[in-house]
């Protein structure tokens, strides 16, 4: 397949360039620095440094849609909220856009989106049909979503992600050295849910989604089990083998980090109906063997 890629220099995006690329699928990845392609994707992956690029002579079969300034990384003033919209609801209409004027048209288009678009359900399990939140982060989902679905005439699917773990960075990365140092911490009440997923099992539903047509909508991109950040916390401890005897306020992260605090102090408990309705099975089902994993695969 000739693919194309939005997103692909970023954790998931490399981890899933590399899997494509194991299957011999040529890749084109559009990026805001097309220099750095080659070197984070691999040799083979095309660069396009805007839409405005993609030649008419240019066929994609696929399309995969994941590029969004991280979430977590600034404050959300009003001007951070416009760009978290226009990195992903913004490129996603243009996308939608430039597809409408394709000779030939992908036949599959994988968008993204993340378990924040069912808002803060601490206590309940949630399904592809559960109902969407509606603080910032869950309407940023549910926008970003509604851009990729006006597509026509396309297969689309919809990535709604959740807290993918791997030793090459994202918040886990982040995690790793406090917990090292015995520094790790419950953050609030320890009762928000966290939806996790192992990046291998990630890829593994990305490539599934690719190229099974059955399957289209809205996917659970998570592992069958979440688990509180209490139990994350002792999890994670656990596999390091140091204690986090530390409870991190939920005043003081508020005040440290504003609005944006819900997403370390809210969180929900997603399920993969879907994928797993389609028999799809996870080689990380548990956190202790997801978190082994990473961890062996951080040392080597
Ligand atoms: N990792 C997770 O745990 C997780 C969980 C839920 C949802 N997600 C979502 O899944 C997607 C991929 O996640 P990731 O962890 O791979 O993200 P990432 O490592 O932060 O990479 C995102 C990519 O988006 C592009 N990007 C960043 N800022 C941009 C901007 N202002 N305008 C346009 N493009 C921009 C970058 O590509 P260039 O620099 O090449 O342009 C970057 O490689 C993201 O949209 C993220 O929100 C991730």
Redesign the pocket.
């Known amino acids: 397949m000739n693919i194309l890629m939005?997103?692909?220099?970023?954790?998931?995006?490399?981890?899933l360039c590399k899997a494509l690329l194991a299957e011999g699928h040529q890749l084109t990845?559009?990026?805001?620095?097309?220099a750095?392609?080659p070197v984070?994707c691999g040799d083979a992956v095309q660069a396009l440094s805007s839409l405005d690029e993609w030649r008419s002579t240019q066929h994609f079969d696929a399309v995969i849609n994941?590029?969004?300034?991280?979430?977590a990384?600034a404050a959300w003033r009003e001007a951070r909220k416009q760009?978290?919209r226009?990195?992903?609801i913004g490129?996603t209409e243009k996308l939608v856009q430039r597809i409408a004027c394709a000779a030939h048209k992908p036949t599959v288009l994988l968008s993204?989106?993340?378990?924040?678009y069912y808002g803060n359900r601490p206590d309940v399990e949630l399904d592809e049909q559960s109902a969407a939140g509606a603080d910032f982060a869950a309407r940023l989902?549910a926008d970003?979503e509604n851009a990729a679905l006006q597509v026509e005439g396309v297969r689309v699917c919809l990535?709604?992600?959740?807290?993918?773990?791997?030793a090459q960075?994202?918040?886990?990365g982040r995690m790793l050295l406090p917990f090292k140092l015995a520094m790790g911490a419950r953050l609030g009440n320890g009762r928000q849910g966290m939806s996790?997923?192992h990046i291998d099992d990630y890829v593994a539903m990305v490539l599934r989604l690719l190229h099974d047509e059955q399957l289209s909508g809205p996917f659970n991109?998570t592992a069958p089990h979440p688990v509180s950040n209490a139990e994350f916390t002792r999890q994670l401890a656990q596999a390091i083998g140091r204690p986090a005897m530390f409870v991190m306020p939920g005043c003081f992260l508020r005040w440290l980090m504003g609005e944006r605090a819900v997403l370390l102090l809210e969180g929900q408990r997603v399920l993969p109906v879907r994928m797993q309705a389609a028999g799809f099975k996870f080689s990380y089902p548990d956190l202790t063997g997801a978190l082994s994993a990473v961890l062996a695969a951080s040392k080597r």
Do not use: H, K
């Not at 990845?29 to 097309?34: A, D, I, K």
């Not at 994941?66 to 979430?71: V, W």
């Not at 960075?169 to 886990?172: A, D, E, N, T």
């Open positions: 939005t997103g692909g220099t970023g954790l998931i995006g490399r981890a990845v559009l990026s805001r620095q097309p750095t392609v984070i994941l590029a969004g300034a991280p979430i990384d760009v978290l226009g990195s992903r490129l993204g989106s993340a378990v924040g989902c970003w990535l709604r992600t959740g807290l993918v773990l791997s960075g994202g918040l886990l996790w997923v991109m």
